[in-house]
Nanobody, 125 residues
């Protein structure tokens, strides 16, 4: 059974930092790309970053480029999202997801096969 478990969410002041973790089990990590998505209340789910576990390719949404960094520890089957310079508009439920693909990655939610349960991030002004 594939499981993705997010952790690291919480409440932080604007300008602060958080690191989210996505621990994956039940899959061969090298065969998947991992994406981070977020969904704010009343808004559509947004793909904010992704990483290919095989070739290390990463992509970022314009809204987080330069502030968020995605990384992967293949030995631990874990992907991290380091978030800095947080803004109130970053408040959302953050999800990680896995897409079965060997190379590159996408930020399109509909292409992902497995999803975590989400972790809440609240950024106060």
């Amino acid at each position: 059974e594939v499981q993705l478990v997010e952790s690291g969410g919480g409440l932080v002041q604007a300008g602060g930092s958080l690191r989210l973790s996505c621990a994956a089990s039940g899959l061969t990590f090298d065969d998947f790309a991992i994406g981070w998505f977020r969904q704010a209340a009343g808004k559509e789910r947004e793909g904010i970053s992704c990483i290919s576990s095989t070739d290390g390719v990463t992509h970022y949404a314009n809204s987080v480029q330069g502030r968020f960094t995605i990384s992967s520890d293949n030995a631990k089957n874990t992907v991290y999202l380091q978030m800095a310079s947080l803004k109130p508009e970053d408040t959302a439920v953050y999800y990680c997801a896995a897409e079965a693909r060997a190379f590159d990655c996408t930020r399109v939610p509909g292409l992902y096969d497995f999803w975590g349960q989400g972790t809440q991030v609240n950024v106060s002004s």
